[in-house]
């Protein structure tokens, strides 16, 4: 993930949450991390992080600043004055508590329309709706959050309206704005999320050039999954046709024959083959519906959540597609061409699962 310089985080938590029978957001659950836990891994590489709350709010971390509002019952605008006033960097990243299908790219790609030239970096979604609680907020606005809090003026929207706005419109991107800024304000919000999270099958792939240790890398990885009592899958791709010595057999020459697919069963296992061109991964994903992981040996290329395998002696560069690169595994202490993205030593297992677990949980 990119390191996001002079640039700070602040998670806006000071609600009251009435839809939500008056429960603090940030410490819903999905999985086994709460919003803010997931939160707290998603801005690792802010500067510093803060958190937005009132004083009757009992939610510490070691991971984020408390600031407590100054200014009691008019709404987000406090968390934003006070969160700018006490920030140490230039700019300040901005979210509420309660959007939990924010991801890493999404972050990186609105910190790449900062500059000094405006005021905010405010998101506007597909249908042209504006959300003045998730962008960057430069100092610059301060004084004019100042003056609307004096005015008693604490409508957001009335405060964008005359600060120097850059709008980052997602209609010309890739990203699902319904799920990224999607809210989760009522229990029947939360149910939704919760259930489709429960099942949803992670992904994720070792990458990296021939000879780099993929499938050695894996086998030591399944091992760890099986051991915490996941169910997990592998899916490899093969650049050519490939072949299975157990497969020159009948069921072999039924495909050769001509027929679309074949399947063999045994007391213990069965194999289904069919005649079909290459298509997208998301389709073969679709056969592991039941499975909590599935690790992708290869797609160096893809755009999936990724890790890659560089050893001396066998090359000494990054070969990946560096959209949704995690992190590297290396016996290099440096890779010649990325910046700013983790090395991990590849002998140390344990801090290579733990890596994962933490990106795709």
């Known amino acids: 993930m990119t390191k996001f310089y002079n640039i700070d985080a602040l998670v806006l938590a000071g609600g009251k949450s009435s839809r939500m029978n008056f429960s603090d957001k940030a410490l819903l659950k999905i999985g086994n991390k709460t919003f803010l836990e997931n939160l707290e891994i998603l801005f690792s590489n802010f500067n510093r992080k803060y958190i937005s709350l009132n004083s009757s709010q009992n939610i510490s971390s070691n991971s984020f600043i408390r600031i407590d509002d100054e200014y009691n019952e008019i709404g987000p ?42 005021d905010a970096f405010i998101v506007k979604d597909k249908d042209g709706f504006i959300h003045p609680l998730m962008g960057v ?115 072999d020459k039924h495909i050769k024959s001509g027929a679309h697919g074949t399947l063999i069963f045994s007391k213990n296992k069965f194999m289904f083959l069919e005649q079909t061109p290459e298509t997208e991964i998301e389709f073969y994903l679709n056969f592991f519906k039941d499975y909590d992981i599935i690790i992708l040996e290869g797609f160096k290329g893809s755009n999936h959540p990724k890790l890659e395998i560089i050893r001396k002696n066998i090359s000494n560069k990054s070969v990946c597609n560096l959209n949704n690169l995690k992190f590297i595994v290396s016996d290099l202490e440096v890779i010649s061409n990325v910046n700013d993205i983790k090395i991990l030593d590849i002998n140390d297992i344990g801090s290579i699962f733990k890596e994962i677990k933490t990106v795709i949980f």
């Open 137 to 251: 907020y430069n100092k610059s606005a301060l004084e004019k959050i100042k003056i609307a809090i004096n005015s008693e003026d604490y409508k957001i929207m009335n405060l964008v309206k005359n600060l120097n706005v850059k709008y980052i419109d997602l209609k010309y991107t890739n990203f699902d704005d319904l799920e990224i800024l999607k809210n989760i304000n009522t229990p029947e919000d939360y149910k939704n999320l919760t259930s489709s999270s429960e099942n949803k099958t992670k992904f994720f792939a070792v990458s990296g050039i021939k000879n780099s240790g993929k499938t050695t890398l894996i086998t030591k990885l399944l091992k760890k999954f099986k051991d915490e009592g996941y169910k997990v899958g592998t899916i490899k791709h093969d650049g050519h046709d490939f072949q299975m010595d157990n497969l020159n057999s009948d069921t």
């Open 77 to 118: 605008i406090s968390g934003l004055y006070n969160g700018l006033s006490k920030c140490e960097s230039s700019y300040l990243f901005v979210a509420p508590c309660d959007v939990p299908n924010l991801t890493a790219d999404f972050l990186e790609y609105i910190t790449n329309f900062i500059s000094s030239d405006y």
